[in-house]
């Protein structure tokens, strides 16, 4: 069956493309309308991805392809430009539409007042154009445009506060560190182009030769090693993780968007794309399944000690996404790390719109500083309880569906990376309680507590402050949005009904329900949760029960195992050093040689036009020194001659 949507594929990035160029050029003339211009282009996208999404899913559709721009031509070889549309990235296109359109929608009660929105929208649009180009990318190096897009929007949006000293640095950290991942992709391509027949690089041809066998072992794994490497950046495995918590610095939306459907996203996106390569080379995929194991259980262990909202959350999504790369690694297929992304991006932007939500409310992001919210922010309250919730893999909210795929395979294929993702799934339950315990429950504290109240004339109440309140429509209309898609996103593909799973690789999956998995899954993510009651609300057993016995180990979960630390005193401080010393070498030599040498020549000028004075006098001096200097070389040279 030929496609009769996937052909205008093209207009999805095309309309926030479109908003962004509009916003840049007359965004302050524009007010009001250019918030509009801005979500009804994501809106628009929307609906033709899912026009494309339905049309896919309605029957037997081929993959199209369009590769008619002829972009580069050395000698023989022509690099041509274009898209193409399957399965998997019909699905993405979905997830970046939707969460982008809430995000918009959303930012608009949240930014209000900010002297600068239409730079913010604008760079929601930019931001979301090059993820869709990426989605939507025939080849590897048009990939690696996008990429790069991706990774300047960050920066932008990151910083966007620049007048935060905080901001401005999270903003250059995510930009360098990122780069690091880049150079690794990179190089990736460049061995693609030399080793691929034809030099070709478009996803159709890359798909033949590995599944082929036509390029040497050695050099697969090294591709997938370095492919990986620029998925390791992007969606922050360890160690290139510690740009994705402090780029908590931006706004909030912004957060969420990176952390559910564009930045982090594309790294798991990426592996998905090549899987051909990874499963070509069974040492690449042990590489990305132990890498992904371990930053799951990495960062599920720092979250139960931040005290930042969004910080938590930030390692929490970390940590799922090294959920999502253990998956992969696996390497059973790219499903269950798809799946796990799908239901991901919908419970997650639910928990960071919903904590912009609370900021907004309380102006303040320490959540020791919350409590008892749940009587003032109902909305907030339901929909932040359902994300946290599917997050912690609990029945029958969306994450325990693809949790449970995962965890289902590991459990068949590799028992280690299978405990270890039921233990970071206890520690992810157990930092999640505690978060929703101590902003939403019990007493308020801090800026949640409620206001004096003074009385005026006629004895009503007049509060000095503003009390926490339920954020606008606009604000929660997305969460509620949200939080149904956190409950029934992950029926989409259950052991009882393995829809996804067929479509999205074509092939039927004959998986049964494995009771054990769910059953130890289950006991991990409501011990979690039991634990959090009883330390964080019931307050049966004390706060103070590790912290105060083993200060030493809280200090190292809430300093992020002094990984900042190591990096400042290894690279950083040396770098730091290299580049004073080049500093001076740059000033006192290269530039002293500049310096000297013109010096020199000016020295030389001056004394030549003192020398130059018009007097006979001077000039006979000067011809017979000269004549006295040439006969001293003629006799020293016939000397040396001699001798």
Known sequence: MVSDYSQYAWLIPLFPLLAFLALTAMGRQLKDLGIYISIFAMLASFIVALLIFVERIGGKVEDYTWNKLHWLQVGD?????????????????????????????????????????????????????????????????????????????????????????????????????TRIGDVGLFIAILLLYWYMPGHALDFTSIHNAFTTGKIDPTIITWIAILIFIGAMGKSGQFPLHTWLPDAMEGPTPISALIHAATMVAAGVYLVARTFDIFHASPDALLVVAYVGGFTAIFAATIGIAQNDIKR????????????????????VSYTSGMFHLFTHAFFKALLFLGAGSVIHAVHTQDINEMGGLSRKMKITTWTFAIGTLALSGIFPFAGFWSKDMILTEAYEHNLLLFWVGVIAAFFTAFYMSRLFFLV??????????????????????????????ESPATMTTPLIILAVLAV???????PF????????????????????VIILSTLAGVLGIGLGYLIYLKRTIPRDVVSGKMPWLYTLLNRKYF?????????????????WILEL????????????VAFTVVGLGRLGSRLQNGQLQTYGVIMILGMLILVLAIAGRRFIHAG
């Open 440 to 469: 939403f429950m019990g007493s308020p504290r801090g800026k949640a507590r409620s206001t004096e109240e003074d009385h005026d004339d006629l004895g009503h109440a007049v509060h000095t402050a503003h009390e926490p309140h």
């Open 312 to 331: 938590i959350l930030a390692y929490s999504t970390v940590s799922q996404l090294g959920y999502m790369m253990m998956a992969l690694g696996i390497g």
């Open 497 to 516: 009904n393995e829809w996804l799973s067929q479509w999205l690789t074509g092939h039927d999956h004959d998986e049964k329900a494995n009771w054990t």
């Open 488 to 494: 029934v996103a992950g029926f989409v593909n259950t």
């Open 77 to 177: 070889f022509t690099l041509n430009m274009g898209f193409e549309v399957n399965n998997l990235n019909a699905l993405m296109l979905v997830i970046v539409t939707l969460v982008s359109l809430l995000v918009n929608i959303y930012s608009k009660g949240y930014m209000k007042g900010d002297e600068r929105i239409h730079v913010f929208f604008g760079y929601i649009a930019l931001f979301s154009f090059s993820m869709l180009g990426l989605v939507i990318s025939e080849n590897m190096l048009e990939l690696y445009i996008f990429w790069e897009l991706v990774g300047v929007c960050s920066f932008l949006l990151v910083g966007f506060w620049y007048f935060k000293p905080e901001a401005k640095a999270a903003a250059k950290k995510a930009f360098i560190v």
């Open 563 to 579: 990984i900042d630390e190591i990096y400042d005193g290894v690279i950083v401080k040396p770098l730091r050093g290299l580049g």
């Open 585 to 596: 070498f740059d000033v006192y030599v290269v530039d002293g040689i500049v310096r000297l």
